[in-house]
């Protein structure tokens, strides 16, 4: 399998370092693209050193949570296979998404590779899988949730469920990533399942 994972520069930096880590158990092969704001949030919210370069933060994101099959692209790599319909790719998924990657996908835009792996996956009818952060919720953040759904992306909002029992943030953390890797299709033990 094949999985094409933008990380944007939302809140729920964890969230993008155990979906590395989910994705690397299943033994998939990973092409990460992290915008430099999203640089920024790793290095606070995963290092908690806001002196990290973003450059460095991803890179050593990428290295500690991801796996020999995970390969890092630039922002402004328009020759790597996700820019483009004809590489084969089975899912694409932007965790976090922020609210100006979900917009600018839902106007159709293209301002980097995230934007344009997510304009690969919707015109080639791919699974798509937005995981949005952010709370209240504007008229327009719901209008473009709509919008890329209709297009036909799943909408998979960063909201942890508690009838698992979760005692710590981590296992907040692996629900949401676990519901990731549902929508993937690849098999977990993140989580229990309801009913078990």
């Not at 991803?58 to 820019?83: C, M």
């Not at 919720?137 to 209709?150: A, D, G, P």
Request: glycine share 10%; hydrophobic share 40%; aromatic share 8%.
């Amino acid at each position: 399998m094949r999985v094409f994972v933008g990380i944007t520069g939302a809140s729920g930096a964890p969230y993008a370092a155990r979906l590395l880590e989910g994705l690397r158990d299943a033994g998939v092969e990973v092409g990460v693209c992290a915008s430099e704001s999203a640089g920024e949030v790793i290095a606070y919210e995963v290092y908690r050193d806001r002196s990290m370069r973003p450059s460095q933060a991803i890179e050593r994101l990428v290295r500690e949570h991801g796996g020999k099959q995970t390969t890092l692209y630039s922002e402004r790599d328009w020759f790597s296979p996700y820019a483009s319909g004809s590489a084969l790719v089975d899912a694409y998924v932007i965790c976090p998404c922020s609210m100006g990657t979900l917009g600018t996908i839902a106007a159709g835009s293209m301002t980097n590779l995230i934007h344009r792996a997510a304009s690969v996956a919707l015109k080639e009818g791919r699974r798509l899988i937005l995981v949005p952060r952010e709370t209240p919720l504007s008229t327009i953040h719901l209008e473009n949730m709509l919008r890329v759904r209709q297009a036909g992306a799943v909408v998979l909002f960063a909201a942890p469920g508690f009838y698992h029992g979760a005692e710590t943030v981590d296992e907040l953390v692996a629900f949401v990533v676990g519901r990731c890797l549902d929508q993937l299709g690849i098999e977990h033990a993140l989580t229990k399942r309801w009913g078990e």
